[in-house]
């Protein structure tokens, strides 16, 4: 078996968003982009990195740009990308069905209500729903437009956070300048970024000193594996249950099985992939991207691994 040196393997990314940008001086004037570090982005669409910025978002008399939403959490680059393109072409993407449509022609859709309803159209497709995507608003527009859901578009996402800054009058923004604004924008990105990666970190650790304590049971299987062995053995992947204070641990195959199992007994239909199940200890529901998301983190912070269940060698 090759080393993970020399084999790429998947993990989802620690942070990947699409997000909405809209322009300080002009309004009515928005862009839409994708990146996995949204604080560099911003600084690039506001000329303070020299490069790397979209030629859109440097056109004369639009800077300074502000962040109004986000979406994160995505499985893959690709996942975001596709969701980036969809957005931008909301009126022909297949991931928004015909007659959900509420931008139906090429230059339609440019208002602010007009570009958070297609977040929720798009979030509610089945593709992306797996991802249990998270919306975070920047200004007090944004939530505004997002409460109202001008479209009554009917689509469930308990994962809407927000972050305000005041809102700027035009008086105010001849008084302080439009760069101060963005400044304070951009503060509040950086704060959603960092606590993302932060509470990720520490997560990741809370695992990490569970699994080096020695030879682990798994709960389902009841086969060993010993994350402390010094054998260049490969070692399963691991699923915890992220719910604070549940100590569920067992192979991550383990857990595949049983949710795939459950969501066949409740719709009639086996998926490859699960959405959700129960944790067999604590009873709370969790995602499945989520666990794969740990997953592989621990993967990449432990020695040579394998997907399915290795005989036991404690």
Same mark, same amino acid.
């Given at each position: 078996?090759?080393? @993970?040196?020399?084999?790429?393997?998947?993990?989802?990314?620690?942070?990947?968003?699409?997000?909405?940008?809209?322009?300080?001086?002009?309004?009515?004037? =928005?862009?839409?982009?994708?990146?996995?570090?949204?604080? @560099?982005? /911003?600084?690039?669409?506001?000329?303070? /990195?020299?490069?790397?910025?979209?030629?859109?978002?440097?056109?004369?008399?639009?800077?300074?740009?502000?962040?109004?939403?986000?979406?994160?959490?995505?499985?893959?680059?690709?996942?975001?990308?596709?969701?980036?393109?969809?957005?931008?072409?909301?009126?022909?993407?297949?991931?928004?069905? *015909? *007659?959900?449509?509420?931008?139906?022609? #090429?230059?339609?859709?440019?208002?602010?209500?007009?570009?958070?309803?297609?977040?929720?159209?798009?979030?509610?497709?089945?593709? =992306?729903?797996?991802?249990?995507?998270?919306?975070?608003?920047?200004?007090?527009?944004?939530?505004?437009?997002?409460?109202?859901?001008?479209?009554?578009?009917?689509? *469930?996402?308990?994962?809407?956070?927000?972050?305000?800054?005041?809102?700027?009058?035009?008086?105010?923004?001849?008084?302080?300048?439009?760069?101060?604004?963005?400044?304070?924008?951009?503060?509040?990105?950086?704060?959603?970024?960092?606590?993302?990666?932060?509470?990720? *970190?520490?997560?990741?650790?809370?695992?990490?000193?569970?699994?080096?304590?020695?030879?682990?049971?798994?709960?389902?299987?009841?086969?060993?594996?010993?994350?402390?062995?010094?054998?260049?053995?490969?070692?399963?992947?691991?699923?915890?249950?992220?719910?604070?204070?549940?100590?569920?641990?067992?192979?991550?195959?383990?857990?595949? @099985?049983? =949710?795939?199992?459950?969501?066949?007994?409740?719709?009639?239909?086996?998926?490859?992939?699960?959405?959700?199940?129960?944790?067999?200890?604590?009873?709370?529901?969790?995602?499945?991207? #989520?666990?794969? #998301?740990?997953?592989?983190?621990? @993967?990449?912070?432990?020695?040579?691994?394998?997907?399915?269940?290795?005989?036991?060698?404690?």
């Amino acid at each position: 078996m090759k080393s @993970r040196s020399k084999t790429k393997q998947h993990a989802i990314p620690d942070f990947y968003c699409c997000y909405l940008l809209r322009s300080v001086p002009k309004k009515q004037s =928005f862009y839409i982009g994708s990146t996995p570090n949204p604080v @560099r982005r /911003l600084r690039q669409h506001n000329g303070t /990195l020299a490069n790397g910025s979209a030629y859109r978002t440097k056109k004369t008399g639009f800077r300074p740009w502000r962040m109004i939403a986000c979406v994160y959490g995505f499985t893959s680059k690709i996942a975001a990308l596709q969701f980036e393109h969809a957005w931008q072409h909301s009126n022909l993407t297949h991931f928004i069905d *015909d *007659d959900q449509r509420i931008v139906t022609k #090429k230059a339609g859709g440019r208002t602010i209500h007009h570009k958070l309803g297609n977040i929720r159209l798009l979030i509610k497709n089945e593709f =992306f729903s797996y991802m249990n995507l998270k919306v975070h608003l920047f200004c007090a527009e944004a939530v505004d437009a997002w409460s109202q859901n001008k479209f009554l578009i009917d689509c *469930d996402i308990p994962n809407v956070t927000e972050s305000l800054e005041p809102p700027a009058s035009k008086e105010e923004l001849q008084k302080r300048g439009a760069n101060e604004f963005a400044s304070e924008n951009l503060v509040l990105v950086e704060k959603l970024y960092k606590s993302v990666l932060r509470a990720d *970190d520490e997560r990741v650790r809370v695992y990490q000193e569970a699994l080096y304590h020695g030879c682990i049971t798994c709960p389902i299987c009841h086969k060993d594996f010993n994350y402390m062995s010094d054998e260049d053995s490969p070692k399963p992947l691991v699923a915890f249950c992220p719910t604070d204070n549940c100590q569920f641990l067992s192979h991550l195959s383990c857990l595949h @099985r049983i =949710f795939v199992d459950d969501e066949q007994a409740l719709t009639g239909v086996r998926k490859l992939l699960p959405h959700s199940g129960s944790c067999p200890s604590c009873d709370k529901k969790i995602f499945w991207t #989520k666990v794969v #998301k740990y997953s592989t983190r621990l @993967r990449e912070t432990s020695g040579p691994q394998q997907d399915s269940v290795p005989s036991s060698q404690c």
